[in-house]
């Protein structure tokens, strides 16, 4: 990517890269946050802070189990119509 002799530019380059890429990643968890925790009903952090122990103690797994499901249940219901 750099090399010792890179020059200025390319350093640039290579920092505005690095920043986009960052702000695309931020925006695609925040998306993907905003999406999830929908199904908590909590949309501010300090409604996800006032949840119940279980709730906050969720695994990755566990919320990966619930949005399968409503997928599922979802895709059920679309081809029903």
Same mark, same amino acid.
Not at 21 to 44: D, Y
Not at 64 to 78: A, D, K
């Given at each position: 990517?750099?090399? @010792? +002799?890179?020059?200025?530019?390319?350093?640039?380059?290579?920092?505005?890269?690095?920043? $986009?890429?960052?702000?695309?990643?931020?925006?695609? $968890? *925040?998306?993907?946050?905003?999406? !999830?925790?929908?199904?908590?009903?909590? !949309?501010?952090?300090?409604? $996800?802070? !006032?949840? *119940?122990?279980?709730? =906050? +103690? =969720?695994?990755?797994?566990?919320?990966?189990?619930?949005?399968? @499901?409503?997928?599922?249940?979802?895709?059920?219901?679309? $081809? !029903?119509?």
């Amino acid at each position: 990517m750099l090399s @010792e +002799k890179s020059s200025t530019d390319e350093i640039y380059e290579v920092i505005g890269k690095l920043l $986009i890429t960052t702000q695309g990643v931020e925006r695609l $968890i *925040n998306h993907s946050l905003g999406f !999830a925790l929908r199904f908590l009903q909590a !949309a501010t952090i300090d409604e $996800i802070y !006032a949840l *119940n122990e279980p709730e =906050k +103690k =969720k695994t990755l797994g566990a919320l990966l189990r619930e949005l399968r @499901e409503r997928e599922s249940q979802s895709r059920r219901l679309s $081809i !029903a119509y």
